[in-house]
C-alpha cells in the first residue's frame, strides 16, 4: 500500500509538486500521467526514497520513506525513464544483481546467472 498526504517539494521558490495526496490500496495498479514538469518524476523520487519531501509524509506498506528509506526501497521496485544498466550485463544479470542488492533470497527468486 502506497499513502501520500499533502506531499511538496520546493527547489529554491519554485514549487515542482504541491499537496499532492493520493493512496493506493493493495493490488491495485497507478498510472501516472502528465505533462512534462508536472511532477510525475519529483514525486517517483520522493516514494523511493532518493529524494527528500519539502512537506508532507508518504508511506509505502506502512514506512516512512524519509525515516524507514532504506525498508521502503526493500519493498518497492522502480524503474525510471532513463535506467541505471550497465550495458554488458544481461537482462538475467541484471535482475540477478539487483536482487541479491535487496537481499532477495534464491528461495524468492531462482534466478539461474553465471555471475559469481
Not at 509538486?17 to 493493495?26: G, H, S
Amino acid at each position: 500500500m502506497i499513502e501520500v498526504e499533502h506531499l511538496s517539494k520546493v527547489y529554491g521558490s519554485t514549487p515542482a509538486i504541491q499537496d499532492v495526496t493520493f493512496a493506493v490500496e493493495p493490488g491495485e495498479i497507478l498510472g501516472f500521467l502528465g505533462p512534462n514538469g508536472a511532477g510525475k518524476t519529483t514525486t517517483m523520487r520522493i516514494l523511493t526514497g532518493y529524494l527528500p519531501a519539502t512537506g508532507g509524509t508518504a508511506r509505502v506498506a506502512g514506512f516512512d520513506v524519509h525515516e524507514d528509506s532504506m525498508a521502503v526501497r526493500r519493498r518497492i521496485g522502480y524503474l525510471p525513464e532513463t535506467p541505471p544498466l550497465y550495458p554488458d550485463m544481461t537482462v538475467e544479470g541484471f535482475l540477478y544483481f539487483v536482487a541479491r542488492l535487496k537481499g532477495v533470497t534464491a528461495a524468492i527468486a531462482p534466478l539461474k546467472s553465471n555471475l559469481p
